[in-house]
């Protein structure tokens, strides 16, 4: 292998690991984030998934409710009370959590305030 190939790979090599450094933290920058509207429109598609949602929480009887900007909410779970502008990220999932039979909800995994 000569020099000029071997400079080509570690400049790749470089480009991928900066790459993926970068994108690591897309969420900050709105990227990654799933809609509320898509995830209640759509539920099949998400269960059992990851996702990381934005808007307002409250919470009501032990559980959380988040609303975004566009009026959707979903219900969430998470072990502290958390009221105010959040990003939160879990696995949606569909399940009796006590609210009167099974609901979508986000088990909360990871919690940001806004």
């Given at each position: 292998m000569d020099k000029?190939?071997?400079?080509?790979?570690?400049?790749?090599?470089?480009?991928?690991?900066?790459?993926?450094v970068g994108l690591s933290g897309c969420t900050d920058v709105g990227i990654g984030l799933t809609n509320i509207g898509d995830i209640t429109a759509n539920p099949?598609?998400?269960?059992?998934?990851?996702?990381?949602?934005?808007?307002?929480?409250?919470?009501?009887m032990n559980y959380g409710l988040i609303i975004d900007d566009a009026g959707?909410?979903?219900?969430?779970?998470?072990?502290?009370?958390i009221n105010g502008n959040y990003q939160l990220t879990g696995i949606i999932r569909n399940d009796d959590i006590g609210l009167g039979g099974e609901i979508l909800y986000l088990d909360v995994t990871q919690v940001k305030a806004l």
């Open positions: 000029l190939m071997k400079k080509h790979l570690i400049v790749i090599g470089i480009v991928a690991l900066l790459l993926v099949d598609n998400y269960y059992g998934k990851e996702v990381t949602v934005e808007g307002t929480c409250s919470f009501i959707h909410r979903i219900y969430f779970t998470y072990h502290n009370s």
